[in-house]
């Protein structure tokens, strides 16, 4: 029951929230500022789907018109990598709504479109884009071998190309088509061949993406202390770079994982850090998200009625779904809560009210948990042929999903109704099903403890790895501090010898120079290290702390250069004047 009540209410918006954020007025104005003051085909195109983006949900033909006319100046430009983005662009629009047919038929379109496009242009970047976009789309549409294929095309041409950004998005999409698939192992390595890219690149936006998709394959292997850490990871960021509104998606993020853990309490302190944040940055509709957030968390964990409360004390809630036309998921939300509240006419009339729109429009996901919700409603009032018929079409949305989990759960349901309504052949038909899936399962079971052993060995050999590399890293250093420090000395000393024998001053002055040279330069080169370390590198503070020691080392070495030198050329001249001496005396001894 338990994966029943985790969508029985607003199942759509862990998707949709990435793409609601910030719908109002302000950025409106200020994205028609944007397009208005745009110069160029490409600045003209990207102001139009930012505002056909912002459109989608509220005004459907209003966004289909503005996303027209960017597709219209992409085509009159001629640019053929604009016109791919574009099509791109529209195949995203659509996209945000992914789970729904019609939707996916319309992005599916837009990207065979620029597919073909890319290919003719023989532009591997943006046939990488496209394959990505394929995966997305054939993985909400369930088609989970399609997607694994069409990401299996998109690495076969990471070769090709030295975007580090696209190679890790391509990485990371193939490690969610994975998760999807439930092969954790290859997800997990997918995700650390674009975290070494990441790593090696040096680049923290793109460490950031990596650390947000092992935030989630943690969540979903059930390791909430590791997906804990990446998400504090990302938070520590964008804290360090004083961003103002990262963090505030950053809380939600760890909230999650703490309801996730069913850590209550700590997951409403975070949830109202990020409360807080969008008070302060004036965002009412984060904080609507906020609120949806809590009302899953007690959902997803049967507290039925500390979610219910909180809807209760929220009606901006079911105005804000309602406002971007998710008028069904309110109806279906409305179906289960007077389900439970035993009011079973009322529940019937919004469940039928939104019927259509979930045999018809919903993807396979959508239709079977709509279907399973509406069974429980007919198992309630013992009506099993009404409970049977809607399990069965959750049946057919699930089969071709590979979700052995939710299968086994629409089965064994079907082998109780069937019970319950006498008919023992069939029950017991679903009954064996029901064994032979519980058996899988329980392999399953075996085969995630195996692979979080084997991710967990994973983690260990590249710790043990960075460790090594860091070893030999440090190792390399020191030889080569200590290969300096005797060049130096060597140099040292042959500047005192040069200074003992009959050298021009020039050539005394020449090797003293570079002699003092290597010398500061390389006490400049031991406290740059200690410099980054104190600063954390922000330039500023480099720079003061550099300006401050050049201004100390800076006349210390012309000085200490000059007497030196002087020292030598002076020390040779009275060396060289007592050995003329001596040389003559011995002279006119021999004679």
């Known amino acids: 029951m338990k994966t029943i009540v985790r969508v029985a209410l607003f199942s759509y918006f862990s998707l949709f929230l990435q793409t609601a954020l910030g719908q109002n007025d302000s950025k409106e104005s200020a994205l028609l500022a944007a397009l208005k003051k745009a110069n160029g085909a490409g600045e003209k195109v990207n102001a139009c789907y930012e505002l056909a983006d912002l459109y989608f949900e509220s005004d459907h033909k209003k966004s289909d018109s503005i996303a027209f006319l960017g597709l219209t100046i992409a085509e009159a430009s001629r640019d053929r990598r604009l016109i791919v983005s574009t099509n791109l662009n529209n195949a995203n629009r659509f996209l945000q709504k992914g789970t729904e047919k019609s939707n996916l038929q319309e992005a599916l379109q837009f990207v ?33 071998v399609d997607a694994i294929q069409a990401n299996k095309d998109a690495i076969a041409l990471l070769p090709e190309i030295q975007n580090d950004s696209l190679k890790i998005v391509t990485y990371n999409n193939f490690g969610l088509t994975l998760l999807h698939k439930k092969d954790m ?10 975290l070494t890219i990441a790593e090696q690149s040096n680049k923290p936006v793109l460490l950031l993406l ?82 949806l957030g809590i009302v899953n968390m007690y959902l997803n964990n049967n507290l039925f009625k500390e979610g219910y409360d909180v809807i ?104 109780s109704l069937y019970l319950f309504k006498g008919d023992f052949t069939t029950a017991y038909r679903y009954h064996q099903q029901y064994q032979t899936l519980r058996d899988s399962l329980q392999k399953l079971s075996k085969e995630k ?78 406290a740059d290290n200690q410099i980054h370390h104190l600063t954390h590198g922000e330039p500023w503070k480099v720079l003061l702390i550099k300006i401050f020691l050049v201004a100390i080392l800076l006349p210390f070495h012309h000085w200490l250069e000059e007497k030196v030198i002087h020292y030598l050329i002076e020390k040779r001249l009275v060396i060289t004047q007592q050995l003329r001496k001596i040389i003559p005396t011995q002279s006119k001894e021999r004679t």
């Not at 479109?113 to 990488?128: G, H």
């Not at 919004?350 to 948990?369: C, D, H, I, L, W």
């Not at 290969?483 to 020449?510: D, W, Y």
């Open 185 to 194: 192992v290859s997800a997990f390595k997918a995700y650390l061949d674009a």
């Open 112 to 144: 065979q479109k620029a597919l073909v496009l890319s290919r003719a242009d023989k532009d591997p970047e943006l046939i990488i884009r496209c394959y990505n976009f394929l995966a997305r789309i054939h993985r909400n549409d369930g088609g989970i």
């Open 449 to 526: 403890d195996l692979q979080s052993l084997e991710i967990d060995n994973e983690n260990k050999r590249k710790e043990r790895a960075q460790l090594q590399a860091d070893e030999d890293l440090r190792r390399r250093h020191n030889l080569q501090y200590m290969a300096i420090t005797v060049s130096i000395g060597a140099i040292f000393i042959l500047l005192v010898a040069i200074g003992l024998f009959r050298v021009s001053p020039g050539v005394v002055k020449a090797m003293g120079f570079f002699a003092f040279i290597f010398l500061f330069e390389f006490i400049i080169l031991i």
């Open 312 to 415: 209760k004390k929220s009606p901006e809630i079911f105005a804000y779904i309602q406002k971007i036309g998710m008028s069904y998921e309110i109806d279906k939300a409305n179906g289960y809560i007077q389900m439970k509240l035993g009011h079973y006419d009322s529940s019937i009339y919004y469940y039928r009210k939104v019927e259509s729109f979930y045999n018809t429009k919903a993807g396979p996901m959508q239709r079977y948990f709509y279907y399973t919700q509406y069974a429980m409603l007919w198992k309630e009032m013992k009506q099993w042929d009404k409970a049977i018929a809607c399990q069965q079409k959750a049946k057919e949305a699930i089969e071709g999903m590979g979700d052995i989990e939710n299968l086994s759960d629409v089965v064994h349901s079907l082998d």
């Open 210 to 291: 990596c650390y947000e998709k092992l935030v989630d394959f943690y969540q979903s292997l059930g390791d909430y202390e590791k997906a804990k850490d990446y998400a504090f990871k990302i938070l520590n960021e964008h804290l360090r770079t004083q961003q103002k509104v990262q963090p505030m998606y950053d809380y939600f993020r760890i909230a999650n994982v703490y309801a996730g853990a069913k850590d209550y309490k700590m997951a409403n302190f975070y949830y109202d850090k990020s409360m807080h944040l969008a008070d302060s940055l004036k965002d009412p509709n984060y904080k609507i998200n906020v609120k």
